[in-house]
């Protein structure tokens, strides 16, 4: 067995101005946290530095168009045509460096899937990856090339199957996309709504079409969904769907913009769910090459994919400094000395309003997939 963490400083450092709420930092907090619970000095771990990708692997996600006008934007030039492809808007800013960044970001996640269809590594993480909102010919919700359909389309070329989990908290739409007619790629994405949230897509009526049919589900959650219902989505949907497919390899786009202190979103998970989602997936397929993703409060999403690493590779997070006095802080928690968060539940009427329109969905689901 082997894994490995893909994390460059230099990348962790890539900055999108200080009034947008995508970090990149966030992989170096995890990085750090990683270290600080003893979670990556294992002998089977690597830590890799994210190689650039070359342009013809580029093409298996974007068009030529498109592609030219971000490398011309990452070089510095602003001009009127980049607005058709989405870049020079609040959420998809004109950087300079936007374009090696991007291809960087996209290597890891391509040279991971390729590791992952060799024989010896089971498990990657790329906590700069996860790119799930980038279109074929333009840049959206923060992302500029998508990392997660260029790592699928390679695996497609080597006859691969492929399961897709997207828990973030923003419907995969653009990976949807790629895949609608494809019956090789099995697509899940658990989300907040779309009637609420952008991109304002992933009903669960969307399920594929052509060879596709069946093969995308679309999990929308009203907002304020907490662990208990979220749960009982996953356990009753995700779970026997996935083992029925029988992928090869499982991608997850681990986005953690659900937990309950996001600013951008509304459900209102813990990382008690979180936890439990990826300790499922991972019994679930024995290769997984996990991603970032979403994820707006900072630590608590570098606590979050600190966890994940740990339960994807089967070791206990051990704090170094817990029981120090005045000893080190991380972020402004509360929880010092454990990684977790406090439980936290929705009750009353409210949660009764919640828990009926997800029983609406399951129901759904069970009858059109026979579950
Ligand atoms: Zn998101």
Known sequence: MHSI???SHELARFDFGPDHPFKPERAQKALELCRRYGVLD???MTLKSPPPLEQKKLLLAHSEDYLDVLRRVGQGEIFEEMLSFGIGTEDNPPLRGVYEWSRKCAGATWEGMVELLGKHTHTVFNPLGGFHHALRSRASGFCYINDIVIAIKEALDHNARITYVDIDAHHGDAVQEAFYHEDRVQFISIHESGKYIYPYSGSVEESGEGNGEGFTINIPLPPKTDDEVYLEVFHRIVLPLIRSFR????V???GADSLVSDPLTHLMLTNNSY???VRELKGLCSRILATGGGGYDIYRTARSWTLAWAILNNVEPEDEFAGLVGGMMFGPEMEVSTLYDRPYTIKGPEKDKIRQEV??????LIKRHHL
Do not use: G, S
């Not at 992928?247 to 499982?250: G, K, R, S």
């Not at 029983?359 to 759904?364: L, M, Q, V």
């Open 252 to 254: 997850a786009e681990l």
């Open 359 to 364: 029983d609406k969905t399951i129901r759904f």
């Open 275 to 277: 936890t439990e989602v």
């Open 42 to 44: 294992q002998p089977y």
């Open 247 to 250: 992928p090869d390899v499982l």
């Open 5 to 7: 963490f893909y994390y």
